[in-house]
T-cell receptor
Framework: SAVISQKPSRDICQRGTSLTIQCQVDSQVTMMFWYRQQPGQSLTLIATANQGSEATYESGFVIDKFPISRPNLTFSTLTVSNMSPEDSSIYLC????????????FGPGTRLLVL | RKEVEQDPGPFNVPEGATVAFNCTYSNSASQSFFWYRQDCRKEPKLLMSVYSSGNEDGRFTAQLNRASQYISLLIRDSKLSDSATYLCVVTNLGNMLTFGGGTRLMVKP
């Protein structure tokens, strides 16, 4: 299994500002994933972050709003830009594991509240 | 129609009860199936994989019916500590996960 940490664990931000969330993994991984979990809802994949290439975004998510960096095989950042109250959510990073990469290990999440 | 659908609950059951959750998926090409557990204010964690032949782990039994495209989770002898949200997860090509909305279980003394 992988041990994943995220910073910050929570934040309260003003609308119009940006927040960068960091994700650190204790082992080298090819792909890292960023999810959003809105209040009372399940997880939605935002993008897949590959080291050395641009992130791949899912439908409904764009790079200008959620720029992602992946400078090495153990680290990634997700920025939530020009925030609005609708961005209030939990943001989780994850990596694949298991024998065939079919298991997903999640970080503890970043709880964001936008006022 | 959502790709993975679950009854959101909550299911309120007494300790010791048996409870079952179902989940349906729309993509017949889905490849792998899982149940994840998410405790309140925590991240999801893998509970068990689901195979066509069925999968049992202690008090938990998972079943997959590919013909009807549904997955089930049975919990026997419920404990207070089983209270959580149970997420049905399906993977398609490339191991991309799709999460159901989750089913909330409350086990009461």
């Amino acid at each position: 299994s992988a041990v994943i940490s995220q910073k910050p664990s929570r934040d309260i931000c003003q609308r119009g500002t940006s927040l960068t969330i960091q994700c650190q993994v204790d082992s080298q991984v090819t792909m890292m994933f960023w999810y959003r979990q809105q209040p009372g809802q399940s997880l939605t994949l935002i993008a897949t972050a590959n080291q050395g290439s641009e992130a791949t975004y899912e439908s409904g998510f764009v790079i200008d709003k959620f720029p992602i960096s992946r400078p090495n095989l153990t680290f990634s950042t997700l920025t939530v830009s020009n925030m609005s109250p609708e961005d209030s959510s939990i943001y989780l990073c994850s990596v694949s594991g298991g024998r065939a990469g079919e298991t997903q290990y999640f970080g503890p999440g970043t709880r964001l509240l936008v006022l | 129609r959502k790709e993975v659908e679950q009854d959101p609950g909550p299911f309120n059951v007494p300790e010791g009860a048996t409870v079952a959750f179902n989940c349906t998926y729309s993509n017949s090409a889905s490849q792998s199936f899982f149940w994840y557990r998410q405790d309140c204010r925590k991240e999801p964690k893998l509970l068990m994989s689901v195979y066509s032949s069925g999968n049992e782990d202690g008090r938990f039994t998972a079943q997959l019916n590919r013909a009807s495209q549904y997955i089930s989770l049975l919990i026997r002898d419920s404990k207070l500590s089983d209270s959580a949200t149970y997420l049905c997860v399906v993977t398609n090509l490339g191991n991309m996960l799709t999460f159901g909305g989750g089913t909330r279980l409350m086990v009461k003394p």
